[in-house]
Structure formats: structure tokens, C-alpha cells
């Protein structure tokens, strides 16, 4: 392997992407809506639920038919503490998971259905580098930056939800294991399924809108993993995020496999 060579095109991806608005304006928009607006949002929402003379007893009676390893996690917090705990340390876990698959997928739309866009992908392909170099090259270029910008978003956020909710909760309660476990095995692996499901879709697509398009369907299991939490069908705790980082990786690597199979260059270059 050419590591030299598939850090120069790695290089030359992420310089892209920082010139391209279109990409890069999701990447900044959406973690700061969910790191910052968000906890603040939930911090004060017992403060307004209160002066307007409402109050949380729906909240209350959902939280007494969740499973009873999540009503003992919330065990000693009155229901003004309890709300900002549900949203933020366990309502937000499974969205949190969108800004990787966001970050990977966007950029791995324009690596590879935007060089064919940018009518730049015929003089890469002709690179003297190999096939399993170049999709080697293609996969860090959308990677690297997806858990970049997510462990700098957990950061930020870790930060904002102690800040938002110290009024409340009178201590230092962000992050807790789950959250760790969360961020440093699922996160990883929920970028790269971004890229794999992006992988199959951008070699077919003729350009980044199409690609990313098509490949918004994999924030659905995100979706359903919320859905799941509010139904009271499960919670995040240590098992789950450890058996759900476990999945992903395998999906990960039949995706990847996949995508190394249809990453032929003589295929791609017959479509320029």
C-alpha cells in the first residue's frame, strides 16, 4: 500500500470539500443545532413548563412504563431533573448518531459521485495508484472527518448540557458511560456505514444531489432507535450500545466488501 499517495488523495478530497458550500454548510449547520441549541432548549423547558402553570406528569407516566433498568438510572432526581436527563442523556444518544452518518455521507457523495460531477474523476482514476489504494484513499477522505467532527461535537455538546443544566441538576452529570461507549465504538462504525451504503449508491449516481438523495435512507434505523426509546421498547444503556456498535461493524464490512468489489476502475471509467 502507497500510504504517501493515498494521503495526498486524501488531502486533495478534504480541500475540496472545505471550497464546497454545498457540503460544508450541513457538516457546521446541523452539530450546531444539536449541541448547542438543543440542550439549552431542554434546559429550560422545565422552567417554561412551570410558568406557564403546566407540568411534566404525561413525561412522568412515560418514563414509569420504560424498563426498570431506566427508572433505576433516573432513581434519586426530582421530575424537573428527571426531564433533562431523559432528553439529553437518553433521548438525544440515538440522534447524536446522525452527525457521523451525515458527515460520511455527504462527503463520501461528492468524493465519489462529485469527481464525475466535476469532471475530475477520469483523471484520477488514471492516477498510478491501484484500486485498492484509491478506495482506500476515497473511504479515509469521508471517515476521517466523520469522527472528527463528532468527537468535537460530543465535546461541545458535553459541555453545553452540564452548562444548560447546572441550574437544574446542581452537578456535573454529562457524560456518563453509556455515552463514552457510545461515542468511541458506535459512532466510528455508524460513520462507516455512511460510506458504505454511499459507496454502492455514488458509483452508480451521476452527481452529488443524486447520491446524497438516495443515500438519506440510512438515518432510518436512526429514526426507528428513537422511536424505540419513546415507546418504551428499549433504552440506551451499555449492552445495547455495545451489541448496536457490534452490528454496525459487521454490516459495515459486507458493505465495504461490496463496495471493493464494484470498485473497478475499468467499469468507472467506461461511465465517465
Not at 18 to 26: F, R, S, T
Not at 41 to 47: E, K, L, N, T
Not at 154 to 161: P, T
Not at 224 to 247: H, R
Given at each position: 500500500m502507497n500510504w504517501r499517495a493515498i494521503f495526498a488523495i486524501v488531502r486533495k478530497d478534504l480541500k475540496v470539500v472545505?471550497?464546497?458550500?454545498?457540503?460544508?454548510?450541513?457538516i457546521v449547520i446541523i452539530p450546531l443545532a444539536l449541541f448547542v441549541v438543543l440542550p439549552w432548549?431542554?434546559?429550560?423547558?422545565?422552567?417554561l413548563v412551570n410558568m406557564a402553570g403546566a407540568s411534566f406528569d404525561e413525561l412522568d407516566k412515560l418514563i414509569a412504563h420504560m424498563p426498570a433498568g431506566f427508572q433505576v438510572s433516573l432513581a434519586g432526581f426530582n421530575l424537573d431533573q428527571k426531564v433533562i436527563v431523559f432528553f439529553l442523556v437518553y433521548m438525544l444518544a440515538p440522534i447524536f448518531l446522525i452527525i457521523p452518518l451525515m458527515v460520511a455521507s455527504v462527503i463520501a457523495a461528492d468524493s465519489f459521485a462529485g469527481e464525475r460531477e466535476r469532471k475530475t474523476l477520469e483523471a484520477l482514476l488514471y492516477s498510478p495508484t491501484t484500486d485498492l489504494e484509491l478506495f482506500t484513499a476515497k473511504l479515509m477522505s469521508a471517515w476521517l472527518p466523520a469522527i472528527?467532527?463528532?468527537?468535537?461535537?460530543?465535546?461541545?455538546?458535553?459541555?453545553?448540557?452540564?452548562?444548560a443544566g447546572w441550574s437544574v441538576m446542581g452537578q456535573i452529570f454529562f457524560p456518563n458511560l453509556m455515552w463514552l461507549a457510545l461515542v468511541f465504538w458506535v459512532v466510528p462504525a455508524a460513520a462507516g456505514l455512511g460510506i458504505g451504503v454511499m459507496v454502492l449508491v455514488s458509483?452508480?449516481?451521476?452527481?452529488?444531489?443524486?447520491?446524497y438523495q438516495m443515500g438519506s435512507v440510512v438515518v432510518v434505523p436512526v429514526l426507528?432507535?428513537?422511536?424505540?426509546?419513546?415507546?418504551?421498547?428499549?433504552?440506551?444503556?451499555?449492552?445495547?450500545?455495545?451489541?448496536?456498535?457490534?452490528?454496525v461493524w459487521l454490516?459495515?464490512?459486507?458493505?465495504?466488501?461490496l463496495g471493493n468489489r464494484s470498485f473497478q476502475r475499468g467499469k468507472l471509467i467506461a461511465r465517465v
Open positions: 472545505l471550497q464546497n458550500k454545498g457540503v460544508l454548510l450541513p432548549m431542554a434546559a429550560f423547558a422545565p422552567r472528527g467532527v463528532s468527537l468535537i461535537g460530543f465535546l461541545l455538546y458535553s459541555i453545553m448540557v452540564n452548562a458509483l452508480r449516481a451521476q452527481g452529488f444531489q443524486d447520491a426507528l432507535l428513537v422511536f424505540g426509546q419513546v415507546s418504551g421498547v428499549m433504552y440506551f444503556n451499555i449492552p445495547v450500545v455495545l451489541l448496536l456498535g457490534l452490528a454490516l459495515n464490512g459486507l458493505l465495504l466488501w
